[in-house]
């Protein structure tokens, strides 16, 4: 109980209805005095611990109050009772740019957002190349951020929260922010913190991020705690409140969409073979690509390796997986190698993309992927022009 | 729990795709020292509440400089605003006071610029800090900071103009060759000293109150007006102090009265003995026409100024100012601690 990071008890909340916004004496006066005892629990009596140094989850749909819980850590609502006690300097990624001012300069911005965050100039200073560096736009510092793009905005704002080192980090749904590549560094960003052994508490509807991400999850209904453990289990709980209500089951309940990938299982390497000391190709030629695999979880038996490749137009010319072609890997952990073996390649000359994947057979969850990165070139010395080697032959002759 | 986890952990980087040395060493996790548990959901004592905002400092400086920085972005003559302001003022009232109503003041464009300063001071700071928690909604939303600092800076941003438009003063008292009092100079730290705690309170307090009731914006400008008109900054405090006689002190008990009056006792300087002495002349003046106004004593006479403004008066009366405002310190975080568990659902 000492390593606690986090520790929730008995905490609940109190939303009044209707007079949340009652802002006028006027109004006050009038409203009957019986109106303001309207209202319901966001949250009621919520008892939970978050371990130093582990990634939490907070599930459930939307009204159950796992966002108000975050707020209330995050000490921008104040709980009606109980007591929230946190270890260290707890930031909070609820929503990116907080308090960025259109008129300052990027610079002038950060400075700010440092000392909101509680650190010192001096702090900040030292921070300030490393956060323009990350987010990318270090050209920008002395612009004023009325002048940024909504990317550059959110990437800022995302660069400040994490190069401020805080103990606990609240994340709330921010991912969905940015563009693929960035979306794909914020994640990084996170595995960072959790090597660092720093708390994290992710907020999400996405059954998928929490599975992937997080070591315990919490699900919440209606501002109850239903129940804690491992993300399995809590997905499994949430899907049950979900069909017991007979309610439309949310996409990535069923078949969750990629975004985070879990490090159980890698692609560590792949390999063209050659022939006669080339990695380039002739039309028609064979080709075996070696991808290196290593699996350090034992219950990754059910582990899919998947391969496409793409033309330079994007044109996806051929996609595969190992369940698709019954294809078992061996269940043992360590380094594997799955061979791709094609007995001719009918393809005519360019450049082709190759991407590979692990993720499980309904790809709900992704362990790794490889986009692009790899390319197979293919020289045509066929007379044939265009795509595609369809070795044809002509025949000529007169008549009919 | 955390131990099977970290190994997991510790292999991270799969969006690289390339192989990460350290994971394939199986680099342990490096164990954080885990800081202190505190209270984040507890009330705060009043000194709780003052630590917290000394620890935000920063913030603070950070804030005036914003707000300082952009309340005149865009604008073409930018800063020179702050300057200018006070210099408009003094031309529009210079025309209606000393043209039209006749007041007789004399340098009456320095006198008005003494009380001016200090009632810029007094309205920017609660108009400012009554807006600031509202206006800063998106921040206040989303980060935890001790919200005090918001308030705080509209009365650090007031302050920074009030110095401002001392030097534009200091300028003036160079071009009319009007001495200020010198050996009582230090008595505008205490003037500035205790509005600044009192303003501080009082800013607080309106803050808070503002996010609950919007109306206190509105209601604070007729409040003002009214305050504005009451601390003697257009007319001569001696026509107020002369008709009150005995119970001058009720004019006093306007906190923003003795810093006035304060600044134009030091830096204004009234002429009173060249006063006095043009007194002496009228009233023989009087006397040898023979007007029974002597007798009665109630001949138009060239007013003084200030009336007698010694430094027991000043220090008496700040000092009751010097209270109210500890006291209103202490009520404003009272307010505000009371609100403060609303605001996230208010603002």
Redesign the interface.
Known sequence: M????V?VEG?SKW??LGS???????Q?LVTDRRREDEGFWALKDIDLTV?????FGLLGHNGSGKSTLL?????????TS?????????A?L??LG??F?P??TGR?NV??NG???????AEVDARMDDIFEFAEIPAFADVPVRHYSSGMFARLGFAVAVNLEP?VLLVDEVLAVGDEVFQ?KC??EV??F?????TIVFVSHSADLIRATC??AAVLDHGRLMMVGEPPAAIRTLRDLYLGRGEHLADDLRRPEVLV????A????VRIDEIDGRTWRRPGEPLVIEVGV?I??ELRDDVVVAMEMHDAEGRRLMGVNSHLLGVTPPAATGRHTALFEFDRIPLLGGVYHLSFGLHDPDVSTS?????Q?DTLRIENNTPQEGLVDLSPTIRWFKGN | ??TS?????????????R?DPS??LG?E????P?????????ERSAWRRLADVW??R??L???VK?EL??RY??SALGFAWTLLNPLLYLVVFSIVFRELLRVQVPRFGLFLLCGLLVWNFVAGSLNGAAGSIVN?R????????PREVLPLASVGAALVNLVLQGIVLAGGLLVLRNAPDWSRLPWLFAAVGVLVVLCAGLGILVAALN?????VEHLLEVILLAWFWLSAIVYPYASVSDRLGEREWLAAANPALPSVVTFQRVVYHPPDTEILVQREAELAAFRAAGDPCVDAGTCALTPSVLGEIDDRWMATRLGFVGALGLASIGAGLTVFARR???F???L
């Open positions: 000492s390593d606690a990071a520790i905490v939303f009044k949340t916004g009652a802002t006028s004496l006027k006050r371990e130093a140094g582990e990634t707020k209330c850590i995050a000490r921008t609502l104040t709980p109980g007591s929230i006690m946190a270890a260290g300097r707890v909070a609820l929503e907080a308090g001012h008129d300052l002038e400075r700010l000392s909101i965050l509680g650190m010192q100039p103990d794909r994640i990084g595995r960072r959790q090597r660092e052994g720093r070591d315990r990938q879990r490090a159980s890698r692609i560590t390497g290593e350090d979880d362990f790794d992927h490889r986009d990165k | 729990m955390t986890s970290s190994s997991d952990r510790s292999t991270g980087s799969a969006d690289q795709g192989i994971a394939s680099a996790t490096f164990r954080r885990i800081p202190d548990l505190t209270d984040v959901a507890g620890d935000f920063w913030l400086v950070d804030l914003r920085r952009v972005k865009g800063n998106s921040v206040v939303l989303k980060v935890w900071f996010v609950a009731f919007r109306d403060e568990r609303e996230g659902e208010q």
